[in-house]
C-alpha cells in the first residue's frame, strides 16, 4: 500500500524558513516524479514544485521560484522542500505528492499517490 507521509509544517515568521519533508513507502519512488502542492482556505489546490524522477530537473510557480528549493533522495525514497524567505501568502496546507505518469507535473489530476498535508503558517 502506497504511503506519502509529510512532517516539517509549522508557524513561523515572515522571512523565517521551513523545511519540509516527505516520506514515501509501497510504490517504485525512483519511477515517479515528485510534487508539492499547496491549499489555503477557500482557495484550490495549487502547484508550489516538482522534480523529476532522477532529480535532474526541478519545476517552480513563479510565486516560489527563487526561495524554495525541491530535492529527492532516491536512496530514502524521500523529497524535501526548503522554503525560504517566507511570506504570509504562503500560508496553507502542503502536500506531497507522486506522478508516474510522465506527464504534466504541474497539474494535481495526473498525480497518483497524496499524502494528508501538512499546515505552515507564516505570521507577518
Known amino acids: 500500500q502506497a504511503q506519502v507521509v509529510e512532517s516539517g509544517g509549522g508557524l513561523v515568521q515572515a522571512g523565517g524558513s521551513l523545511t519540509l519533508s516527505c516520506a514515501t513507502s509501497?510504490?517504485?519512488?525512483?519511477?515517479?516524479?515528485m510534487g508539492w502542492f499547496r491549499q489555503a482556505p477557500g482557495k484550490e489546490r495549487e502547484f508550489v514544485a516538482a522534480?523529476?524522477?532522477?532529480?535532474?530537473?526541478?519545476y517552480y510557480a513563479d510565486s516560489v521560484k527563487g526561495r524554495f528549493t525541491i530535492s529527492r533522495d532516491n536512496a530514502k525514497d524521500t523529497v524535501t522542500l526548503q522554503m525560504n524567505s517566507l511570506k504570509p501568502e504562503d500560508t496553507a496546507v502542503y502536500y506531497c505528492?507522486?506522478?508516474?505518469?510522465?506527464?504534466?507535473?504541474?497539474?494535481?489530476?495526473?498525480?497518483?499517490?497524496w499524502g494528508q498535508g501538512t499546515q505552515v503558517t507564516v505570521s507577518s
Open positions: 509501497g510504490f517504485r519512488f525512483r519511477s515517479h516524479a
Open positions: 522534480i523529476s524522477w532522477s532529480g535532474s530537473r526541478t
Open positions: 505528492a507522486g506522478n508516474s505518469r510522465r506527464t504534466s507535473v504541474t497539474v494535481p489530476e495526473e498525480y497518483d499517490y
